[in-house]
């Protein structure tokens, strides 16, 4: 069994910066990707940020630039620095792992206000 577990979301003015957070724990073997997704209500999820174990990224255009995603493979962890936030940006932010199959965190609620 996998778990993730999210945290550092809250309540940012904009033009703040938050760092997320997403621990893994469980029957970890080998992780190929780790990333972040988010969903705004009414609105689908969305890819916001991804690593591969290699290192390589890929960033959605609406966050390149202000949003970094890094990972601490000895903690299997993943973090994701947020800066110069829009009120746009708010959504629940949830952690993805793929192994084999894909493994999703319980989602962390990250709010900009305006």
């Known amino acids: 069994q996998v778990q993730l577990v999210e945290s550092g979301g809250g309540l940012v003015q904009a033009g703040g910066s938050l760092r997320l957070s997403c621990a893994a724990s469980?029957?970890?073997?080998?992780?190929?990707?780790m990333g972040w997704y988010r969903q705004a209500p009414g609105k689908q999820r969305e890819l916001v940020a991804r690593?591969?174990?290699?290192?390589?990224?890929d960033y959605a255009d609406s966050v390149k630039g202000r949003f970094t995603i890094s990972r601490d493979n000895a903690k299997n962890t993943v973090y994701l620095q947020m800066n110069s936030l829009k009120p746009e940006d708010t959504a629940v932010y949830y952690c993805?792992?793929?192994?084999?199959?894909?493994?999703w965190g319980q989602g962390t609620q990250v709010t900009v206000s305006s």
């Open positions: 993805n792992l793929l192994m084999a199959r894909a493994y």
């Open positions: 469980g029957s970890i073997f080998s992780i190929n990707t």
């Open positions: 690593m591969s174990s290699g290192g390589s990224t």
